[in-house]
Nanobody
C-alpha cells in the first residue's frame, strides 16, 4: 500500500523558516507530478507548488513564489518543502501529494493527485 508520511512544521515566527518532509513508501517520486497543498481554516485547499507539472520542472503559486522551494531526494525517497520568510497568512495545514502520472496541468488541481500525506500544521505567529 502506498503511503506518504508528512512531517515537520509547528510554530514559526514571522520571517522565519521551516522545512516539511514527505516520505514515500513503496514508490519513488521520479516520473510523477509531486505537489504541496495547503488549507487554511475556512478556505479551500490551495496548490502551492509542484515538481514536474505541465512542462515545468518546478512550479510555484504567486503566493509563495521566491519564498518556498520544493526538492526531492529519490534515494530516501522524500520530498521537501523549504519555507522561508514566512508570513502569518502562510498558517495552514500542509499536504504533500503524488500522482501516478507526470506533467499534470497548472493550476494544480487536487483531484488529479492519487496519493496524499496526512497533513501537517504550520502556524506562523509571534
Amino acid at each position: 500500500e502506498v503511503q506518504l508520511q508528512a512531517s515537520g512544521g509547528g510554530l514559526v515566527q514571522p520571517g522565519g523558516s521551516t522545512r516539511l518532509s514527505c516520505a514515500a513508501s513503496v514508490f519513488t517520486f521520479d516520473n510523477r507530478s509531486v505537489a504541496w497543498f495547503r488549507q487554511a481554516p475556512g478556505k479551500e485547499r490551495e496548490g502551492i507548488g509542484c515538481l514536474r507539472c505541465a512542462d515545468q520542472t518546478e512550479y510555484y503559486a504567486d503566493s509563495v513564489k521566491s519564498r518556498f522551494t520544493i526538492s526531492s531526494d529519490n534515494t530516501k525517497p522524500t520530498v521537501y518543502l523549504q519555507m522561508d520568510r514566512l508570513k502569518p497568512e502562510d498558517t495552514a495545514v500542509y499536504y504533500c501529494a503524488a500522482a501516478e502520472r507526470v506533467s499534470l496541468p497548472i493550476p494544480i488541481m487536487a483531484h488529479l493527485f492519487d496519493y496524499w500525506g496526512q497533513g501537517t500544521q504550520v502556524t506562523v505567529s509571534s
